[in-house]
């Protein structure tokens, strides 16, 4: 039987009939790990380099991944400074998940923040390289960077990040992840790109890279539960 006592009543109350349901929260949430303050720590320092990346690939110029495409679109027609348009875009699609009946964790929540704040505050002190050596090296830096953040954030095992859980939520519907994950990709891609977002050999680099980069980071920087752990 797990122990609700801290939790607050609504939530209590949410899952008093569900058994399953309650452990299945706990444990997205990271509430019932004896190893929450490190995997915390891995998934804060990962969601500060996502954005830290996110703002090397911006200023190399030579293209984003599809979402930051349209995320830049977005920042270019409004005139929000680019990382309020990404948690903009992450408040929407976290409203996707309620017909989705997706359960968002710490990690979940965070991810919409904090990586919007990290890209604005790494802007400014990031510089604009004006050869394109110098420019294909930050490329390549952020892309790597971005792998190593995906690792820690998605290995603490917080909560997916609003996009990635849109993605699982509709690939349980029964749709090939595959096809889902393409479709998603391609049409923020294209809209954002019509909006004015920078497209160019880093998009491609990143769609080619970040999945074996994420396959490697990911287990070696995973937070493995301790022995006789239920998680």
């Given amino acids: 039987m797990e122990d609700f006592a801290g939790l607050p009543d609504g939530f209590r109350a949410l899952t008093a009939t569900d058994a399953a349901t309650r452990s299945a929260m706990v444990s997205a949430l990271g509430l019932r790990s004896g190893r929450l303050p490190l995997r915390l720590l891995n998934l804060y320092v990962g969601l500060i380099l996502f954005g830290v990346s996110m703002a090397l690939m911006i200023k190399a110029g030579l293209g984003l991944y599809p979402w930051d495409v349209f995320h830049q679109g977005i920042a270019t027609r409004t005139g929000l400074p680019f990382g309020w348009a990404v ?17 968002p964790g710490i990690g979940t929540i965070s991810n919409a923040i904090v990586i919007g704040l990290m890209v604005d505050a790494a802007l400014p002190l990031v510089p604009h390289p004006s050869s394109l050596p110098l420019r294909v090296a930050l490329l390549l830096i952020g892309v790597l960077a971005n792998g190593v953040a995906t690792g820690l954030y998605i290995g603490a095992g917080l909560g997916p990040g609003p996009r990635d859980g ?20 391609v049409t923020v891609l294209a809209v954002g790109w019509l909006l004015g977002g ?21 287990p070696r920087l995973s937070v493995a539960p301790r022995a006789g752990s239920q998680e």
């Fill in 166 to 185: 849109l993605m699982t939520g509709m690939a349980s519907r029964g749709h090939s992840i595959r096809i889902v994950r393409t479709s998603i990709e």
């Fill in 87 to 103: 948690i903009a875009v992450s408040a929407v699609v976290l409203l996707l998940w309620i017909p989705l009946r997706q359960m």
């Fill in 198 to 218: 920078t497209v160019g050999v880093g998009t491609l680099l990143y769609a080619v890279s970040i999945g074996p980069l994420a396959q490697f980071f990911i």
